[in-house]
């Protein structure tokens, strides 16, 4: 399974845009690249999935280059509410079912 | 229901207590995992159902821990005999179809497990 890299952590103010950059240089021909967010006392929630080029829903684009050996996830105009972890995801479909494997994500802190 | 529900939502068990952990997933949802969470660490997976059939244990730490899901839908998580290294937030998500699709896979709000 690919191996993730992302900051451990990263400090913002409110109204600006956060780009979190994940490596995954050893990601494979079938691993899509997902992203997690997680608050305190909640499990993980979806954020964004994508396989190349790029992705955009109503919370956040995921940026993806040709050689797929990186992403970012990019969140516009994060308010407080945003600061949580954030964890990056490479897999996709092996014995039938996608197996999750989370490392230790990267810590956002929104300021006023 | 809506989402996925644990319970209980806070568990304190005695060292050498056994303690079974519920999760009852999304209706209809064919896949059903199991994650453990320490402290300041993401979730490491445990196990894995698709419908009652447990495909993956890989991850269960040792044969203390066991999971089942007989009728495809509600699953149980019991730890035996339980240890202090066994304190952690035990996570539960679903999903519809086996693979993650577009959405991901659903979590719950987790039982946080502290051994005294």
């Known amino acids: 399974l690919a191996k993730t890299t992302q900051p451990v952590s990263m400090d913002s103010y409110e109204g600006q845009e956060v780009n979190i950059t994940c490596s995954h240089n050893?990601?494979?021909?079938?691993?899509?690249i997902t992203w997690y967010q997680q608050f305190p006392s909640q499990g993980p929630r979806f954020i964004i999935q994508?396989?190349?080029t790029k992705v955009t829903n109503e919370v956040a684009s995921l940026f993806i280059p040709a050689d797929r050996k990186s992403s970012t996830l990019s969140l516009p105009r994060v308010s407080l509410s945003d600061t949580a972890v954030y964890y990056c995801?490479?897999?996709?479909?092996?014995?039938?079912?996608?197996?999750?494997?989370f490392g230790a994500g990267t810590r956002l802190a929104v300021h006023p | 229901g809506a989402g996925v529900s644990q319970s209980p939502r806070y568990k304190v068990a005695k060292r050498g207590q056994d303690v079974a952990l519920r999760c009852d997933p999304i209706?209809?949802?064919?896949?059903l995992f199991w994650y453990q969470q320490a402290l300041g660490q993401g979730p490491e997976f445990l196990t894995y159902?698709?419908?009652?059939?447990?495909?993956?244990k890989s991850g269960l730490p040792s044969d203390r821990f066991f999971a089942e899901r007989p009728e495809g839908s509600v699953s149980t998580l019991k730890i035996q005999r339980t240890q202090q290294e066994d304190s952690a937030v035990y996570l539960c998500?679903?999903?519809?179809?086996?693979?993650?699709?577009?959405?991901?896979?659903?979590f719950g709000s987790g039982t946080r497990l502290t051994v005294v």
């Open positions: 998500a679903s999903s519809l179809t086996s693979g993650s699709g577009n959405y991901g896979y659903t």
């Open positions: 050893n990601i494979a021909t079938n691993d899509y």
């Open positions: 994508g396989y190349k």
């Open positions: 995801l490479v897999g996709g479909l092996s014995g039938g079912y996608n197996k999750l494997i």
């Open positions: 209706s209809g949802h064919v896949s």
């Open positions: 159902f698709q419908n009652e059939a447990q495909l993956d």
